[in-house]
């Protein structure tokens, strides 16, 4: 809108800076940044899983948190989406909008994300960099599943199916009182609003076992409620079974969002032998036909305490 | 960041309202908007062509434009790329940040999103919708490119290659003044800003023609420059033979952005006998060994005006 071009130098040499070393690199990459797109080769008999997630500062993230934490979690958080459909990461496309070139903080984003992706084993391959009045973070992340396996949707749960959950719930949403209080401090459960677990080898390995799954973001009923739907069936949920992160905090564990934690429907045939492999992943209730929707077991005072929560919608 | 869900219903009802319906669909999607990922399944030996582009209001477009103009104008914009690679267009994934969910906005929005996907024929795979301060518009977009191609990059250009230009620049950035000034009209010249010609014909037919290419976004000069350096050949254009919207304001013409434009390099041999087809493509220079860069065949006149322009560095 301006008359300078809108990717000006300072544009190019941000990119070159700090988007264009260091990153993981991906075998399937033939073209990475620095043309007008980026060009990848697809395995043999793959198909193609992608996943688009924005985070906005003081929306998503505090935006006076150190900027490395805020870079690692949003891939984290993307490539969550990757993991629950299971699928093996290959590479992402970042789209960056900043209100400034503040280099202490890009440093710390570009270190961030970095690590992260090493973690992650996911390459940078292209992105675009623009300003505008508050940090917005978009990432759209992709990788491959075998032919021979279907991805992990939330349409295919079937009557009978047993439930499991990856890992206890609760820890981000508990933490997010000190996270708003002090950004800066990732100890304690604040470690789990910044460094959700990704849960890619076992999204990976319940190919072939699980009929259904999802990335716990929203709160483990509303997503259960995701599942029931797109299922068309009902998930029974024994809400004593459901590992939490503060058992005194049982309805907000049970509602809070941004843990990440796979929550899986299969049978319970196929699923049980992988709480051998995948300790904390236990089983906490079963689809059954009827009125698609969440049915608890629960106490009437979490019941009480559940429909004061915003995140859960009965049915 | 708040106790609330971040994907909360009203999210989903936005989703269901705007982006689920009358999109163009794509054969090779197996898995569309609704689940964690989108799943596509890539064609026999193809490669991958990807590109992410962001549109922020009040930076690449006026905030109070029409929306469906916005829409369309972005999509445009990002399939540019796909264009300048040679890929035929797949499917593109889209995160909107929105201060609010005006419906009358949305429907806008929608409307001209969805008109130039079935124009460009390129299909809504997925996507996130979020809150923030200002409209945020990135689009991540794909296509493929068969085995037996190069895609058309930056630095393959070769000493002796004919220069060519799809058509004539400078509408786009002689328009600006009346785009800001009443954003709603978008006759005349408003015209090839709000819809800039995406050359995905010619892009294809480049494909074993042309040594390099790439869509004039940042000013015909700027992106010559960009060619020579990836390809470390000087690119000597004759500014006389650059057809132009205004040969009065012709050093604007030349370093205006945003008009979309491709420019190429090639074999003349091979690259001519398009004009034939392409009736607006035209011979503007030749490559040649040398301190990359841009040499022009100028007029003091024009030299002089050029060097007060921001786009152009010469060299």
Redesign the interface.
Known sequence: ?S?????S?GEFELIRNYFCHGFPHSADT??AI?????????PAA???????????A?????ASAPAALIAQRALRCAVS??A??G?TPQGF???L?LPDSDSAWLTGFSSGLKKAAHELNIAL????T?????R?I?V?VQGW?KHDNT?L???AAEDGDGIYLSGPVGAA?LA?PQV?NNPADYSGLAQQYYFPAVHLSLGQALLGRASA???V???LL?DAGHIAR?SALQLHIDTQRVSVADDQQRALCLT???DYQLLLCGPATLLQPLTAVFPQLHHIGECRRGEPGVVLSATDALLQQLSEQ??F?HF
Chains 1, 2 share one sequence.
């Not at 620095?34 to 697809?42: E, I, L, Y």
């Not at 793959?46 to 906005?56: G, M, R």
């Not at 003081?58 to 505090?62: R, T």
């Open positions: 809108m008359n300078t071009p809108p990717s130098p033939l073209l620095g043309d007008d797109a980026s060009v990848v080769q697809p793959s198909q193609l899983v992608q996943s688009i997630d924005t985070q906005v003081d929306v998503h993230f505090p989406d990757l629950a459909m699928a496309h970042l789209a909008t391959i292209g992105g675009d623009t300003r505008g009045k508050q917005v978009s759209a599943i991805p949707t939330r349409a949403a997010l708003l799954c999802i990335d973001s929203d709160g509303q797109s809070g969002g941004d915003s995140g919608n």
